[in-house]
Every structure is written in structure tokens, then in C-alpha cells.
């Protein structure tokens, strides 16, 4: 059980930072070569992995182990 849920959550972590990568990437595009440009992704990316932090959380708790 433990093992198909650890596989489960690894793949979904996987595709969660090629979502993120891309997300953020698009959002700067705007800024692109821009002195803004990291700024904008970094704030991009810092939002993404908060949410992401809760959605764990949020399942971790929904399990009641």
C-alpha cells in the first residue's frame, strides 16, 4: 500500500516540476531580457511550491494515518 502511494506521489512530484518549469517560463515571458525577468520568475516559482506545500499537506492529512 505504502509503496504504490510513495510511487504515486514520486511521479506526480516529477510531472509537478516540468508543470512548473513550463508555468514559469511562460509567465516570463513578458519580461523576457527584462531587469524584472529572474525577479518575475523566482516570485513565480516561490507561489508554485507554496501551493504545492499545501496540496501535499492537505493529502498528508486526508490519508489519517
Sequence with gaps: FFEGIHDAVKVSQENWLTFTKS??????L????????????????????EQRSSNL??????MDF
Design 57 to 62: 499537506q492537505t493529502m498528508l492529512e486526508e
Design 23 to 28: 508555468a514559469c517560463e511562460a509567465d516570463t
Design 30 to 49: 513578458v519580461w523576457e531580457n527584462g531587469s524584472l525577468t529572474e525577479l518575475r520568475r523566482a516570485t513565480c516559482l516561490r507561489n508554485l511550491a
